[in-house]
């Protein structure tokens, strides 16, 4: 892809995520006269357990970062993903080379309110159309099952999908809801593995650390 392909996803990018964050701005801060979109996004980002504010921070970490892996490498910003809940930053993608891989996450902590940053970078030559389509597939399925779940919240929850490893980021409200995300995960076709770093809405009040787990 040339350069300006690249810069031209890249500002895409910053646009929407500046369009959200003026949303949830106006939303929260504007009484009356807030458009019906804006208002929608408010309401989704208010009903996450990270709130209005937790989201627009989460959006700004999402922006510092992509811009980072852009100014690095136009390689890097195509080739690696993020999720961001509550300032945790988890990482994946397929990269050619170590180098690479250690270079995304050292410019991932390099972000405004960055507090951890999960390394799921895989080193391969390998990956293709047909991997790239599965995967998306693998995670639509799965976000549609959590969304048709009256037992799950499925708002607080990230999913990626990488050589058929689904990767989750967010926050349950308890470990039964976990355990019923990570059964939807594991009964779906061409899964190879589901490696969680859900936080437990109970355990994470009390301190306690991420429920972390691959299975």
Request: charged content about 20%; glycine content about 10%; overall charge negative.
């Amino acid at each position: 892809m040339p350069l300006q392909g690249g810069m031209d996803i890249v500002l895409g990018r910053i646009a929407v995520g500046a369009a959200v964050v003026l949303g949830l701005l106006q939303a929260a801060c504007s009484p009356v006269g807030v458009a019906a979109g804006a208002g929608a996004t408010a309401g989704v980002a208010a009903a996450q357990d990270r709130g209005i504010s937790g989201a627009i921070a989460d959006s700004d970490i999402r922006v510092q970062i992509n811009h980072l892996w852009l100014q690095e490498d136009e390689e890097m910003y195509r080739k690696v993903s993020l999720q961001v809940q509550e300032g945790r930053v988890l990482v994946t993608g397929v990269v050619p080379s170590e180098e690479m891989r250690s270079d995304a996450v050292r410019l991932a902590w390099q972000a405004d309110g960055v507090k951890e940053v999960i390394n799921e970078v895989e080193v391969s030559k390998g990956g293709g159309i047909e991997d790239f389509a599965r995967d998306t597939w693998i995670s639509a399925q799965l976000k549609s099952k959590l969304l048709f779940d009256g037992d799950v919240s499925s708002i607080n929850y990230s999913v990626e999908t990488v050589n058929g490893v689904i990767y989750l980021l967010g926050v349950a409200q308890t470990q039964a809801e976990l355990d019923r995300v990570l059964n939807h995960a594991r009964n779906l076709a061409h899964v190879r593995k589901v490696v969680s770093y859900v936080r437990v809405k109970n355990a994470a009040e009390a301190g306690a650390a991420p429920g972390e787990g691959t299975t």
